[in-house]
C-alpha cells in the first residue's frame, strides 16, 4: 500500500531508516562491561525503522530485528539490559526528518513492544521506558500538552513503567565565547528544576486519566549540560562539574 508518511529526508547526514549493523561482539563488550560495573543498559530500540516508507511498506512498526536482539541479549547476557526505550525525542521528529508519527501511533508501537516481551519473556524481566521527550519546547511554551497526552495514552495501555524526558541546560550552542558564562549562572541551574517540574507535572496529569494504575516513575533519561556534542573548551573541563552536580541534585529534590 503506498505510504501515507514521507519518508525521513534525514538530519545531519542521518536517516532513521538508514540500516545499522551493532556486530555481536561489540554488543557482547558492552553488556559484559556493564555486569562488571553493575550498571545494567537501558537500550534505545528504533521506532521509525521498517515502517511506512520502508521497503516492507507497513503502517506500524517491525519489531522483528529488536526482539532478535533482545532474544540474544537475553540467553547470552542475562540482566545486562535493565530495559528497552522504543524512540527518541518524538517531538523533533518533524523539525529533523521531515516524517512524524501522532501520539496514537507511538502508543500502538509501545503496546506491540510490551505484548511481545510479555509473550517471549518474564513479563517483568524488563522494564519499557518512554516516550524520551525533549523538554526544551515545553520549557519556551510552558507547556507539555502533547507530552502528557501521549504518556496518558502509554498509561491507558500499560505500555511503559517509567516515563522519561531529555534536557539540555543550553540547549544547543553556537557561540563558545558568548555562552561559556553560563555554566556557572545561577540561572541556567535552575532551568533544570524547571524543567524537572514540567515532566514530572505532565507525567501526573496523564496520570489523572488512568487514576487506577500506579503512579509511573520520572526519569530524566538523557542530559548533559549542552546538547549537539557540547560546548567545546566547556562541557569536557571543571567548568562543567558545578552545573552537572547541581544537576544530580535538582532531579533528586523534585
Known sequence: APSSHPK???HGGYSPQQPYRLPAAHWSAVCSWT???GWPIVFGLNLLSNRTGGPNGTEHWVADNAISLIRYTTKRHPGAVAGWELGNEPEGWKRNFGFSLSN???AADFALLRS???SEFFESQYLVVGPDQGIQGCLHSGSCDQYEELVALLRQ????????FHFYNM???LNPQAEAPLFTDPATFDLTKRATMLAVNATRGASLATPS???LPVWLGETATASGGGLAGSSGTYTATLLMVDKLGSVCLC
Request: zero cysteines.
Open 116 to 118: 511481545l516481551l510479555r
Open 35 to 37: 555486569a562488571k560495573v
Open 171 to 173: 540547549g544547543k550552542t
Open 157 to 164: 495501555h500499560d505500555s511503559i513503567d517509567v516515563s522519561t
Open 213 to 215: 494504575s500506579p503512579a
Open 104 to 106: 496514537s501511533e507511538i
Open 8 to 10: 525521513p529526508a534525514g
